[in-house]
């Protein structure tokens, strides 16, 4: 069964109709198929959306994971207790200089947004930076240590400033 119906679209919803339309299917088909998808999506609202693509930008690579937040307190904190954790920030140092270079093109207000999409923390805006919220200290150290060799070596005056749950990042005057 088939119901009809009309529309009115503006010119540039008509022309990204036309450009969802592939060889031999009709603008119905292309409609029906937005409606499904939408409906699939409607809860989500813009930022969620935004997070969806970061999402799947990352896990489609194959070079991260998902990681329940309490498994990675556990392993940081099993880390710092063993004999050679200073070989592991180290290594973690050098992790934070190959994402630097990922990140050369980035302001800091965008690395963070992405960094938070990983889970690690939710930003707040305050005063004349943000704030990063942490819920456990053993994160909050790994990130920290993260950012500090991540700005570093792109030579980005940010300052960073613990507080007991959180840190606080003062923009560089460019980038408020």
């Known amino acids: ?16 109709l036309e450009s969802l339309r592939s ?23 813009g930022k969620d959306i935004n997070n969806l693509k970061v999402d799947a930008e990352m896990l489609s690579g194959g070079e991260h994971v ?14 710092d207790e063993l004999p050679m954790r200073d070989v592991f920030w180290e290594d973690h140092k050098m992790i934070a200089r190959n994402h630097a270079e990922e990140f050369r093109n980035l302001d800091v207000e965008h690395i963070l947004r992405r960094l938070e999409a990983c889970n690690l923390f939710r930003i ?17 150290k790994f990130v920290r240590v993260f950012l500090e060799e991540i700005f570093m070596n792109l030579h ?10 959180k840190i606080r990042v003062k923009l560089p005057r460019k980038e408020k």
């Open 1 to 16: 069964m088939s119901i009809r119906t009309t529309i009115a679209l503006d010119e540039k919803t008509a022309e990204i």
């Open 23 to 45: 060889p031999g299917s009709s603008q119905s088909d292309v409609v029906r198929k937005a409606l499904r998808l939408y409906n699939e999506f409607k809860d989500f609202d």
């Open 66 to 79: 998902i990681l329940d937040l309490d498994h990675l307190a556990l392993f940081l904190k099993i880390i």
């Open 124 to 140: 707040g805006r305050s005063g004349d930076g943000l704030t990063l919220i942490f819920g456990n200290e053993a994160v909050k």
């Open 156 to 165: 980005k005056d940010v300052e960073l400033k613990d507080d007991i749950t």
